[in-house]
């Protein structure tokens, strides 16, 4: 697992402000609160995911809660896995705070409701977008979108899709594959490594948006995104190592993400 | 664990169209797109056991994107464990489409709002019914259903039952026990073996009608059900010899689905 | 872990009614129907919880249905922390049916849907509230609410309230922590001990909750309260001393829960 960045054409590279083994440090100080209005089948995960990671999850998404609580967190999380009209009043809440916020727009393009309500809430400009390459093409209006959650696109794909994106919000853009993109206006990072385990794991890439949320209230959105996809590389590497299959890389996964270092994350992050 | 398929007395014995290790290889090729429409408590564990077999999940369960997704899916399982308001004009919606359906009537009998809405599905002629003895007493009109979800009626018990109702929807009824029983208007197959441990897990039989869902989608409902049985059957024999107590059975038996290969199934389907 | 019981000033120390390692044996051989009505993060765990300690959960949650069942459930869970409009329907129902039920004020205090409800909630005499320092004096009155599902406060700090609160309602309350706090109109009882790893697991304290709620059918709520926490105290050292973090923690936790015997309970309980 080697983190890349490498400047767009029209810009020198540059270093993340803040490196992903810094952004960890910070992030197990903080701890910081992460509000989370996610799909009904990740949530448990999700939750456990960032309590081993370091930050304090709660999952606040009902209307009259969710702005409230989008005022005290530090990172809010929307994704649109199954989203109950409750939880997309809720959203539409969070989101108007004005307190980092990450957007994964989960099988957007082929199914309506939820692509209208990415759409809208696309104005209030979130900091990290996160998706597959089908959801980031079908969200810049480049694809129809994959067969539900699957990508049906290699992450290279949405390279320009995710950097129209990312320069239409003023944020980042994370396109989750084989190898992850991370993309601002200006910048692109690569990470690449991480296992193919985690796409057998209902919830590895939904429970990676809700890390950059962590990572947002303690760090930039392209550092944060950057972080947290290392850290995924990484503790994904090693579950994977004393795996017996699915089941035991999802366990092996959280204790994992609770026992990695800053340390772990250093020789990781080259620049291209 | 022995899969016996034993005609009704008016018809003679007959093997299934697809038998289970056929059916195994069809589901791994194709990786068939499976709706889910079900309970709160299961949805993590039907989506990475349906991951795990290695069917692709898609729990879209929301008013007017359920229909449109039924269109896409190969299966769709509709579950009435925690029918919310919008779950049940999904349901609605998604068994209109046409796309082959399982219904899990959870708790069904004792509850006044899923059994209306069980009878009222019924009309749209599932391709399989799962449930426990008690319930399919109940949907049979039978029985007053079991304790919530728990069965508290012998498999055998229901087998007229299952017979009335498969010959009025013109599909399969799969009743779940220490014996499976799969019955269609004229065929019936036990499926004897698995481990009681998958009792001591939420969604173990949660997660069995969704595999159901994904083998309809390659072969017919009453092939299907019983390649998904002999699937759980062997899985969680497996999975039990190693465990310590339910929590690590639960884990193992992810393991032993994605580990479990069509030949594993071949000796143990015979006819009777 | 040791299970010390001391009076209030005013009234002599006196033992529980059943001793924990009695409960465990009354819960165990009555199995008694637990219904829950409790967030979407945790009602896997929940579930999977109940099951291992030998209760049979049912997770019946909407309207129209959640009252009828309390009417067969042994006890009952109200869960606040994801209140949908359907569950707190729900809750109203269930609570008003006379059955011994637990209420769990997640967050309570710092969000105004939950705080309200929780009031409300509060005429219907719960035979038991559990919930952390922070939860605890806020819904006496005496504190702002946690930092969401973070207690800020330490359990000793909360006793005052817990007894208030036990005065009004005529049942106990029971205050999550390093040290458990279980407190009636008279008595106290403290239940230190436990592992930290269970704060690592969302949803290890909700379970509690449950546990709770399935000893309130066979105990009184004092000492259903008790054995809850004594056996989640033996239950998570026993897990915590081979777990490599909170992933493979909460795996063997459900298997030590499925494993605990009275006997282990039996040295562990002594008065002050």
Redesign the interface.
């Known amino acids: 697992m080697v983190v890349r960045t490498s400047s767009s054409p029209s810009t020198p590279a540059s270093a993340p402000e803040v490196a992903p083994a810094r952004a960890l440090e910070r992030l197990r100080e903080a701890s910081p609160?992460t509000q989370c209005i996610t799909?009904?089948?990740?949530?448990?995960?999700t939750?456990?995911a960032l309590?081993?990671l370091g930050a304090?999850?709660?999952?606040?998404?009902?209307p009259?809660?969710a702005g409230?609580?989008a005022g005290?967190a530090g990172g809010v999380l929307v994704n649109l896995?199954?989203?109950?009209?409750?939880q997309r009043d809720a959203a539409r809440e969070a989101v108007a705070v004005g307190t980092p916020w990450v957007l994964d727009p989960v099988?957007v393009g082929?199914?309506?409701?939820?692509t209208a309500l990415a759409h809208e809430l696309l104005e209030a400009r979130p900091a990290i977008i996160r998706g597959n390459a089908s959801e980031i093409l079908a969200l810049a209006g480049a694809g129809a979108g994959g067969?539900?959650?699957?990508a049906t696109d290699a992450s290279e794909d949405a390279l320009d899709a995710a950097r129209s994106l990312a320069t239409r919000t003023g944020g980042t853009v994370a396109v989750s594959g084989e190898t992850d993109l991370i993309v601002d206006a200006t910048r692109t990072a690569r990470v690449p490594g991480g296992s193919a385990l985690l796409t057998?794991?209902?919830?590895g890439g939904c429970a990676l948006g809700a890390a950059m949320a962590a990572f947002a209230a303690i760090a930039e959105p392209f550092d944060a995104a950057l972080a947290a996809s290392a850290v995924w590389a990484v503790a994904s590497e090693r579950a994977a190592s004393g795996?017996?299959?699915?089941?035991?890389f999802?366990?092996?996964?959280?204790?994992?993400?609770?026992?990695i270092q800053p340390a772990d994350l250093e020789g990781r992050a080259e620049l291209a």
């Open positions: 609160l799909n009904a089948v990740v949530t448990n995960f939750a456990n309590l081993a304090a999850p709660a999952m606040c998404d009902i009259d809660e409230m609580f005290i896995g199954t989203p109950t009209s409750e099988a082929a199914l309506p409701v939820r067969r539900g959650v699957d057998k794991v209902t919830g795996s017996r299959g699915p089941g035991s999802a366990v092996a996964f959280l204790d994992e993400l609770a026992a």
